[in-house]
């Protein structure tokens, strides 16, 4: 069995860390640069480098309406071939931990990213920029589809 990345206290007192510096950065589509832009994949993979996660996780050009034209999964493909992680929906019903990376449907496609800590869902929103949302939050939960908890590197 893998060896969940978060589990530790100091992991995730990191993780809280690197999610509070993130707050109030501005959306901005194809960017990461924290207080100036960041869109949702780009937020994901630039708190999971800044917490060890991995060194460098590159993400590619993608066009900003690509959701509202296909149903491609082009963003679980993406996350699964990047990140150290594995999808937990599949495994059991139960409650995402901190750290779990969480994958909403928006459009035609599973479109959107944001990470779980304490209840709450950190990500980019256009245009609201790095804010947090209550896990069960009525709009979003229910377009919730995947849960992916991310491991020690593989």
Same mark, same amino acid.
């Given at each position: 069995?893998?060896?969940?990345? *978060?589990?530790? %206290?100091?992991r995730?007192a990191v993780?809280m860390?690197? !999610?509070?510096?993130w707050?109030d950065?501005? *959306?901005?589509? #194809?960017?990461?640069?924290?207080?100036? %832009?960041? /869109?949702?994949?780009?937020?994901?993979?630039?708190? !999971?480098?800044?917490? %060890?996660?991995?060194?460098?996780?590159?993400? =590619?050009? +993608? =066009?900003? /309406?690509?959701?509202? #034209?296909?149903?491609?999964? $082009?963003?679980?493909?993406?996350?699964?071939?990047? $990140?150290?992680?594995f999808?937990?929906?599949?495994l059991?019903?139960?409650?995402? $931990?901190?750290?779990?990376i969480?994958? +909403?449907e928006? %459009?035609?496609?599973?479109?959107?990213?944001?990470?779980y *800590?304490?209840?709450?869902?950190?990500?980019? !929103? +256009?245009?609201?920029?790095? $804010?947090?949302?209550m896990?069960? /939050?009525?709009?979003?939960? =229910?377009?919730?589809?995947?849960? *992916?908890?991310?491991?020690?590197? !593989?």
């Amino acid at each position: 069995m893998f060896q969940e990345y *978060f589990r530790s %206290g100091e992991r995730q007192a990191v993780l809280m860390q690197v !999610l509070h510096k993130w707050l109030d950065t501005p *959306f901005r589509h #194809h960017c990461s640069v924290l207080g100036e %832009g960041v /869109d949702c994949i780009r937020f994901v993979a630039k708190v !999971l480098e800044q917490t %060890g996660v991995k060194e460098q996780i590159s993400i =590619p050009d +993608y =066009p900003r /309406d690509w959701h509202m #034209h296909t149903n491609d999964s $082009i963003l679980v493909v993406g996350l699964v071939q990047r $990140i150290p992680c594995f999808n937990v929906c599949t495994l059991s019903n139960e409650d995402p $931990i901190n750290g779990d990376i969480l994958l +909403y449907e928006s %459009g035609k496609a599973v479109s959107h990213a944001g990470i779980y *800590f304490d209840e709450r869902v950190y990500q980019s !929103l +256009y245009p609201a920029g790095v $804010i947090f949302k209550m896990y069960k /939050d009525k709009d979003w939960f =229910p377009k919730k589809k995947f849960c *992916f908890r991310v491991i020690e590197g !593989l």
